[in-house]
Each structure stands twice: as C-alpha cells, then as structure tokens.
C-alpha cells in the first residue's frame, strides 16, 4: 500500500446505507449500491445494473483480465499470474486520490470461473485482510433480445492503517464507476 500527498477534489458519494440486507436502490444512472456492515471494520457492497447485451458478451469483457486497465477507472494493473496450481491468479493494482492522498492499494486474486454466471475471487496476497467476492450475471429479456443483469458484491477488510469510513465511500463509489464502464464497454 502507497499513500501520497495530492490534493483532488472530492467527489460526493452517493450510497445507499439499508439495514435490509436485500435491499438495492437505484440511483439515475441505473446502478444499485448497497453497503452492508458486517462487523466493525468489515463491510459487503453489492452493486448491480442492467446491460441491454447478452451475458456471453458481458462475461467476455469481464474475463479479458489484462483488457479491464484500458476502461476501468483507477485500475492501472490487471496482470495474469502464475498459479502454483494451474488455476486463474490475477494481480491487480488500483490508484487514486482521497483526502489529499494518492492512495495504490495492491491485490492478488485466485479466481473461480463457473460459465456463464459467476465468477469468484478471493485475495491471496495484498493490502487488505482480507478481500473476496464475485460477479454474477443473470440473463433478462429484451424485445430485441436479452440483457444482463450484472451484480458485483465484495468483501473487504481493511487493515487498521485504513480508515473504514474512506475505505467503504471510496469502494462503493469505484463499484458504481466500474459497473457503468463495463456497461459502456458492452455498448461497443
């Protein structure tokens, strides 16, 4: 973990905060947030929206591991790895400023691809305690078609040198930002 000191314009967050556990408001851009508290340093976000692409697309632009630095924001890494046995490890380096900081925070992810719904993934290494989640796509139908209903849960427990409170805005704030860049990557 990097923090350095800039000085950037704070963005407002807003983030949906339920104590329904199922609960997912929509914002104007059609991405849902909802952060959930699951212990006192430990939170789940899940962010969902709607794609008007069939999931075999979505699913491909999600496994592109090495594509997803050239549209996702503040992810300036995305590298395949070798895993010790032979399955996905991915090793990926976001940055960006919070509080006059420029903050890198660095993860090394083994994944679990089951095609064509759910792709899992749990830290192995990095600057969190812990990390884990998946994405999840459900088909839905068009007129024209069918569309993708993408969900993105994590899990995320920062180590005490990280304010939860930035920790949690900042994540669900890059969950909406990634869900509406692979929306417009589809859109291609």
């Known amino acids: 973990m990097t923090i350095q000191n800039h000085n950037p314009g704070l963005d407002s967050p807003n983030i949906i905060r339920s104590k329904d556990k199922n609960a997912l408001e929509q914002n104007s851009d059609g991405v849902s947030i909802q952060v959930e508290k699951l212990s006192d340093r430990q939170r789940q976000i899940t962010a969902q929206v709607q794609i008007h692409?069939?999931?075999?697309k979505v699913w491909k632009i999600l496994t592109d591991y090495e594509s997803l630095v050239?549209?996702?924001p503040n992810l300036t890494k995305s590298s395949l790895i070798e895993h010790p046995e032979g399955g996905i490890r991915l090793e990926q380096i976001g940055s960006q400023c919070l509080l006059n900081f420029k903050f890198c925070a660095r993860v090394v992810l083994d994944l679990e691809e089951v095609f064509p719904k759910l792709i899992k993934f749990a830290m192995v290494e990095g600057d969190f305690k812990g990390f884990s989640?998946?994405?999840?796509?459900?088909p839905?139908?068009?007129e024209t078609g069918e569309g993708t209903d993408l969900c993105y849960t994590i899990r995320v427990w920062p180590k005490l040198t990280m304010p939860i409170g930035i920790v949690e805005d900042r994540l669900a704030n890059d969950l909406r930002s990634n869900l509406l860049a692979i929306r417009q990557r589809a859109s291609w």
């Open 70 to 72: 050239e549209f996702i």
């Open 53 to 56: 692409q069939p999931v075999q």
């Open 140 to 142: 839905y139908k068009l």
């Open 133 to 138: 989640g998946f994405w999840r796509l459900e």
